[in-house]
């Protein structure tokens, strides 16, 4: 008997999705095989305004990290220190699943003085 189990894997690391399937003889164990592919299907991108308040100076460079790793998915990016107020303002435009704007959006919110504000446009 040629018997076989699929299970479907998805995986996001660093701002990246991935579909695929995983194909294992259900007696043996055998012929194991994974078709992995950068999966534009996987779900409908929707335009996200991110707003970031950097309260720390020093905490520039891991924001800037972050959104550099998340970069493919920026259309729009701008940037201004707001001396009067001590904190620096950055204001993102996103075009991406909205599991990536989640993740982007909690990696930065994780950063200590470090505050994020995301909406959703229905476009």
């Not at 003889?25 to 999966?39: L, N």
């Amino acid at each position: 008997m040629n018997t076989t189990i699929s299970l479907l894997v998805e995986r996001l690391t660093d701002g990246e999705e991935f579909k695929g399937s995983l194909c294992m003889h259900a007696v043996t164990g055998m012929h194991i095989f994974c078709r992995i592919q950068k999966g534009k299907d996987m779900e409908e991108k929707r335009i996200a305004i991110l707003a970031i308040a950097v309260k720390n100076r020093d905490r520039a460079m891991q924001v800037n990290e972050l959104l550099h790793s998340f970069g493919k998915y920026i259309i729009s990016r701008n940037g201004l220190p707001y001396s009067e107020r001590g904190v620096s303002i950055i204001t993102l435009i996103t075009d991406a699943p909205q599991d990536i704007v989640s993740s982007l959006s909690g990696k930065i919110g994780r950063i200590s003085d470090v505050e994020i504000k995301t909406s959703y446009l229905k476009v």
